[in-house]
Antibody
């Protein structure tokens, strides 16, 4: 059973960089796609982006200028950075695996971390 | 971006009831539609993928149907552990987007 666990600071100062890490256990990070998703009461669930072992990445255009996702296969981890944060970036951040289903092209977020609350405040 | 609209936004029902939640996409997404539920303080959990395929380990009282722009999640006989918020999500195109959620409450 694949398990994911987010870690990182729970409080970030406005204009600074938010950094989170997701550690994957029970499976290899060398397959599928590894995602960050955030949730706020106002905007609901918002997909941030993903990275694959091969280095393929894809970001939500609404955040693309401020976001980067990287992967460290030696540690079975992937990480998120969001620059120039504001109060609007306050959210629960989830990491999740995106699995593709062979032959169909369909995909879904099949494993999730428990989520971590990040508050942007001075 | 593809907009996903769920109805109703909230729903009250009793244990044993049959309930349905609908999700409408702003454009054709074929069957690239997933359903999740989420309990307070927890991560969303995948229930149905590709519109009608039951995720491993999910009880058979959950079923999904639809294609194109209109989709339905049905719970055949509500159990106490089913009271949660339900979300649809499209995987047809990037950025992947979610519905706003349907809160299922105990009557």
């Amino acid at each position: 059973q694949v398990q994911l666990q987010e870690s990182g600071p729970g409080l970030v100062t406005p204009s600074e960089t938010l950094s989170l890490t997701c550690t994957v256990s029970g499976g290899s990070i060398r397959s599928q796609y590894w995602n960050w998703i955030r949730q706020t009461p106002g905007k609901g669930l918002e997909w941030i982006g993903y990275i694959s072992y091969s280095g393929t990445s894809n970001y939500n255009p609404s955040l693309k200028s401020r976001v980067s996702i990287s992967l460290d296969s030696t540690k079975n981890q992937f990480s998120l950075k969001v620059t120039s944060v504001t109060a609007a970036d306050t959210a629960v951040y989830f990491c999740a695996r995106l699995a593709y289903y062979a032959g169909s092209g369909s995909s879904s977020f099949d494993f999730w971390g428990q989520g971590t609350l990040v508050t942007v405040s001075s | 971006d593809i907009q996903m609209t769920q109805s109703p936004s909230s729903l009250s029902a009793s244990v044993g009831d049959r309930v349905s939640i609908t999700c409408r996409a702003s454009q054709n997404i074929n069957n690239y539609l997933n359903w999740y539920h989420q309990k307070a303080g927890k991560a969303p959990k995948l229930l149905i993928y590709a519109a009608s395929s039951l995720q491993a380990g999910v009880p058979s009282r959950f079923s999904g149907s639809g294609s194109g722009t209109d989709f339905t999640l049905t719970i055949s006989s509500l159990q106490p552990e089913d009271f949660a918020t339900y979300y649809c999500q499209q995987s047809f195109s990037s950025p992947r987007t979610f519905g706003q959620g349907t809160k299922l409450e105990i009557k």
